[in-house]
């Protein structure tokens, strides 16, 4: 039996689209599931809340309308990404949210509770936790996760400061689980890396932000086109937590992107009002030097899978 559960055994390609704060919609989840990726967002990117059940809703029949219409070739699974944090008071109304339409995935960030993890499993959901060390690995899978997201050194936002090549080591000598890893992955070579390395799945953020279907500024997704790891910045100043920004956005902000402060971790904030000081900064990984143009969500996954069979092809041949 397949230590994978039937909802990440089957995905078309091996890629999960990591959600993007403010930035994933249902336009872009919906591109990214239909071109055969994990597509997701953050429950608080649905403002106010009760546009939650809205999207969702559109979510879950565009999708079921399409699989349908193309059972040769059905989309991808979704995912909804929980800040499991005390700053987000939505948690329990979110949540709720996510088990009366039962989705698929349930993503945990910055926090595991046992909880959570029952309600998504009472109706058949996985959840994947994110995480940046091995301690918090074990805490996650204690807890009741089916699976885990290794943040590594280079991830954009909140990311970890671990070689990927050590923090899946270190995972997979206790853990044989569904693994996803995040950082700096934005090519067809790259997720290969990382199925090599020992992980199930690529999680890719910072691509997907100069898509089409992205709500990001086309300011903001030609800074991605524009830049590369060298313009890009770690820094807790911004929400309490450490991550990685776009220097250009930072400058624009009236900031010396080499010379920040730093933050006290206690005064965390999650989609309060404090976060919206930040609305301008741009989170993004290390992984853009290789994006070079916008182009539709469903174009970039076709040109991540062209790239994942010649690296695939090259090495067979070698």
């Not at 336009?27 to 997701?40: K, N, P, R």
């Not at 690995?137 to 070689?163: F, N, P, Q, R």
């Not at 250009?248 to 402060?261: F, K, Q, T, V």
């Amino acid at each position: 039996m397949s230590r994978l559960p039937p909802v990440l055994r089957s995905l078309p390609f091996p890629v999960i689209g990591s959600p993007l704060f403010i930035i994933s919609t249902p336009t872009l989840v919906i591109a990214q599931c239909i071109a055969g990726v994990v597509g997701s967002m953050p429950a608080l990117n649905a403002r106010p809340a009760e546009q939650l059940e809205q999207w969702l809703i559109e979510i879950t029949e565009t999708l079921a309308a399409y699989n349908k219409a193309h059972p040769e070739q059905p989309a991808a699974p979704f995912a909804i990404n929980q800040i499991v944090h005390k700053s987000n008071d939505r948690l329990e109304h979110d949540m709720a949210m996510c088990v009366k339409y039962k989705v698929p995935i349930i993503i945990t960030s910055l926090g595991a509770r046992e909880d959570l993890n029952a309600a998504a499993h009472s109706y058949g959901g996985v959840v994947l936790h994110d995480i940046i060390n091995n301690k918090h690995a074990h805490k996650a899978i204690e807890k009741g996760a089916d699976g885990l997201i290794a943040v590594a050194a280079g991830a954009g936002g909140h990311a970890g400061v671990k070689s990927p090549f050590a923090l899946i080591q270190e995972i997979r000598q206790w853990f044989d689980g569904p693994l996803a890893l995040s950082g700096s992955i934005s090519t067809g070579d790259a997720v290969l890396a990382a199925q090599a390395a020992g992980a199930d799945f690529a999680y890719i953020g910072s691509a997907f932000i100069a898509t089409q279907e992205a709500r990001a500024s086309e300011a903001y997704k030609q800074a991605i086109v524009d830049a590369d790891s060298d313009d890009i910045v770690y820094s807790n100043l911004f929400t309490g937590v450490h991550g990685n920004y776009l220097a250009p956005s930072i400058r624009n902000a009236g900031l010396d992107p080499e010379h920040l402060p730093e933050s006290d971790p206690s005064k965390m904030n999650f989609g309060g009002d404090k976060s919206k000081a930040w609305k301008d900064i741009w989170g993004c990984g290390q992984g853009i030097g290789s994006i070079t143009q916008v182009q539709t969500t469903a174009d970039y996954v076709a040109q991540l899978k062209r790239e994942y069979a010649a690296a695939r092809a090259r090495l067979q041949l070698g």
